[in-house]
């Protein structure tokens, strides 16, 4: 048996820079996407834009310098040469906001589009991962995963693209000014806190990770634990467990509420000292431009003009320690979406699957044995055979195997030894879309979606009339329920269907299916929660659908197999007997003692009906 690697989304490992260039290198691509001129235009534009707006703006200071001067040196040319200045100086600050502006209105296709193609990414694989990665995770935690990983990308692009890199621009452009005009210390001091300001944040930032990383481990928690909770209302109410379910949303509550509190703190510490040092550096810059200015080298406009430059640029470098971090948590975000992309698809088509040719719809079972875990072995051998277009049903006590059959039929899972075969073709190398397309499944556990009647049971095939939706309805003894309410087919069944009773959920399930019209019919516990009465209605339609299909009848009430043209009985995942009806009603083994058992209860709950009658 093939067994699904440890999962990468389990694995909690530490965060350095070579994880973070791994999430954007993975992430590159979606933004110079392949085959796609017209968005790479966008990006190519986008940038030039930004070159633009930096460049513009590194000007508007030294109109602003030189107007200082004209009004200082010449106070009675104050209406003429400081009112052009002046001019110049308003139009580069509207042509630089413009060009931001713009450049944001290029690039905003290329984001959405890259977050939109992401999350249909990772939605699409999920799909594509195997019911044992769906069975051992949490939906409130992926769900989680990927809600912030796409909020990540957003944040990246428009911070990391818009923010850091103009930041980065503008300092070399503001220290190569600074030196080109004035005395190389400017440049330095400028510099040398500039590079004390990123070391300390990032040494800080990193520090502080494993805070920001414990929110979000407790986050998802808390918040699978109140879906899990919320999900299972019903049953929280039967037992009395309101207390206990909020004892433990409570305690996911508590331990977020620590994380967060040290997250805060070292945020506070982290805020002091970045404060500290761009007060000193701009300080220090200060007192060299006023020395300046008192050893006559420097104008007041000088003086002004590197003020200016300084606040331009401790403006953004400030707002680049939250940038930094939330950044930090975006790529911790997105890692953790990325991750759930490198999960292994534990059954995947071959390289050379082809679609699956129904001919008839034989299916055959040959010595296969399975198991959901190495030590744990739930079917051992089992062989049988349903001929084209007939029925073979599969009996035997809770535990048997008997739902594990449609589970391997589905291709779920791979057989661990043996063969399963539909028309003499292993399901090992046909696609598993021409596979679960020709074969159609009642569920013992009917789930629906949360949306009206009719899009439930058009889910079966996607498309179909109204009259194709009413026609499995009427066979399916549900069309006059849905007919009787007041809005119709629109109205909606709740969240997993809880609107509906249990027989009326199977109903619909039951609709869904006839209206797929598969070649193959599984019928998993199809009527086990329908009362009796309406069980024999919907076992006639049953016969009428599967008439000249390949029919599998999975059932515990022996009561719906008994016109099957086989009956298989499973105990402790073996084939222990075989034959009709009245061949193991004669034979007196397994299944004559399990059916005089029913008989005997429905008798007795018969006469307890008549006495309450």
């Given at each position: 048996m093939r067994l699904r690697a440890p999962s990468t989304f389990d694995q909690a490992r530490g965060r350095g820079p070579s994880a973070d260039w791994t999430t954007l290198r993975t992430l590159f691509p979606y933004l110079w996407p392949p085959g796609q001129p017209a968005l790479r235009a966008r990006v190519a534009i986008a940038m030039v834009l930004l070159v633009a707006a930096k460049g513009v703006g590194i000007g508007i200071p030294l109109l602003y310098k030189q107007a200082v001067d004209a009004?200082?040196?010449?106070?009675?040319?104050?209406?003429?040469?400081?009112?052009?200045?002046?001019?110049?100086?308003?139009?580069?600050?509207?042509?630089?906001?413009?060009?931001?502006?713009?450049?944001?209105?290029?690039?905003?296709?290329?984001?959405q589009s890259a977050i939109r193609t992401v999350g249909l990414g990772v939605f699409r694989h999920l799909h594509r991962l195997g019911l044992r990665f769906h069975l051992d995770r949490q939906t409130g935690g992926v769900s989680r995963?990927?809600?912030?990983?796409?909020?990540?990308?957003?944040?990246?692009?428009?911070?990391?693209?818009?923010?850091?890199?103009?930041?980065?621009?503008?300092?070399?452009?503001?220290?190569?000014?600074l030196w080109g005009l004035y005395d190389i210390s400017f440049a330095l001091i400028t510099a040398a806190t500039i590079a004390v300001y990123v070391l300390y944040t990032l040494a800080v930032t990193e520090w502080r990770t494993k805070f920001r990383r414990a929110m979000n481990e407790t986050d998802s928690e808390a918040s699978t634990k109140a879906i899990d909770s919320l999900l299972n209302f019903e049953t929280v109410k039967y037992f009395c467990n309101e207390d206990h379910e909020a004892g433990r949303y409570d305690k996911a509550l508590a331990r977020?509420?620590?994380?967060?509190?040290?997250?805060?703190?070292?945020?506070?510490?982290?805020?002091?000292?970045?404060?500290?040092?761009?007060?000193?550096?701009?300080?220090?810059?200060?007192?060299?431009?006023a020395r300046g200015v008192v050893a006559g080298t420097m104008t007041l406009g000088d003086f002004v003009l590197v003020n200016a430059y300084?606040?331009?640029?401790?403006?953004?470098?400030?707002?680049?320690?939250?940038?930094?971090?939330?950044?930090?948590?975006?790529?911790?975000?997105?890692?953790?979406?990325?991750?759930?992309?490198?999960?292994?698809?534990?059954?995947?088509?071959?390289?050379?699957?082809?679609?699956?040719?129904?001919?008839?719809?034989?299916?055959?079972?040959?010595?296969?044995?399975?198991?959901?875990?190495?030590?744990?072995?739930?079917?051992?051998?089992?062989?049988?055979?349903?001929?084209?277009?007939?029925?073979?049903?599969?009996?035997?006590?809770?535990?048997?195997?008997?739902?594990?059959?449609?589970?391997?039929?589905?291709?779920?899972?791979?057989?661990?030894?043996?063969?399963?075969?539909?028309d003499g073709q292993d399901i090992r190398d046909v696609t598993q879309a021409s596979l679960r397309a020709a074969i159609g499944i009642v569920p013992q556990d009917t789930v629906l979606f949360n949306d009206s009647i009719r899009y439930n049971i058009a889910y079966g095939r996607p498309g179909a009339t109204q009259d194709e939706?009413?026609?499995?309805?009427?066979?399916?003894?549900?069309?006059?329920?849905?007919?009787?309410?007041?809005?119709?087919?629109?109205?909606?069944?709740?969240?997993?269907?809880?609107?509906?009773?249990?027989?009326?959920?199977?109903?619909?399930?039951?609709?869904?299916?006839?209206?797929?019209?598969?070649?193959?019919?599984?019928?998993?516990?199809?009527?086990?929660?329908?009362?009796?009465?309406?069980?024999?209605?919907?076992?006639?339609?049953?016969?009428?659908?599967?008439?000249?299909?390949?029919?599998?009848?999975?059932?515990?009430?022996?009561?719906?197999?008994?016109?099957?043209?086989?009956?298989?009985?499973?105990?402790?995942?073996?084939?222990?007997?075989?034959?009709?009806?009245a061949q193991l009603l004669a034979a007196g083994?397994?299944?004559?003692?399990?059916?005089?058992?029913?008989?005997e209860a429905a008798l007795l709950e018969e006469r307890l009906a008549g006495e309450l009658a």
């Open positions: 009004l200082t040196v010449r106070p009675d040319m104050a209406m003429a040469v400081p009112v052009a200045i002046l001019l110049a100086y308003g139009l580069a600050r509207i042509l630089s906001g413009t060009f931001a502006e713009l450049r944001d209105i290029v690039f905003v296709k290329v984001a995963a990927i809600e912030r990983g796409t909020k990540g990308i957003e944040f990246l692009l428009n911070f990391m693209l818009f923010n850091i890199l103009p930041t980065l621009l503008e300092i070399a452009l503001v220290t190569a000014v977020y509420e620590e994380a967060a509190t040290k997250s805060k703190v070292t945020l506070s510490m982290l805020n002091i000292g970045q404060g500290a040092i761009i007060a000193i550096g701009l300080t220090l810059v200060m007192i060299q431009a300084l606040i331009q640029l401790y403006m953004p470098l400030n707002f680049l320690g939250f940038v930094y971090r939330e950044i930090k948590q975006s790529l911790t975000d997105m890692e953790s979406m990325f991750r759930l992309l490198r999960e292994n698809a534990e059954i995947e088509d071959s390289a050379d699957a082809r679609p699956l040719e129904v001919r008839g719809g034989e299916v055959r079972f040959d010595a296969v044995s399975f198991g959901y875990d190495p030590d744990r072995q739930i079917l051992a051998g089992v062989g049988f055979t349903v001929p084209a277009g007939r029925t073979l049903a599969i009996v035997g006590p809770s535990g048997a195997g008997k739902s594990t059959i449609s589970r391997l039929l589905f291709r779920f899972y791979d057989v661990g030894d043996g063969i399963i075969a539909i939706i009413e026609e499995a309805a009427r066979l399916a003894r549900i069309h006059d329920f849905v007919a009787s309410l007041p809005q119709g087919y629109d109205t909606r069944v709740g969240e997993r269907g809880l609107k509906l009773s249990g027989g009326e959920k199977q109903r619909v399930a039951i609709a869904r299916t006839i209206l797929k019209r598969p070649a193959i019919l599984i019928f998993d516990e199809a009527t086990s929660a329908l009362d009796t009465h309406t069980e024999k209605e919907i076992q006639v339609s049953l016969r009428e659908v599967s008439k000249d299909r390949t029919t599998l009848i999975v059932a515990h009430r022996l009561s719906t197999v008994v016109d099957a043209d086989e009956i298989v009985v499973l105990e402790q995942g073996r084939v222990v007997e075989r034959g009709r009806h083994g397994r299944y004559a003692a399990m059916w005089r058992k029913q008989q």
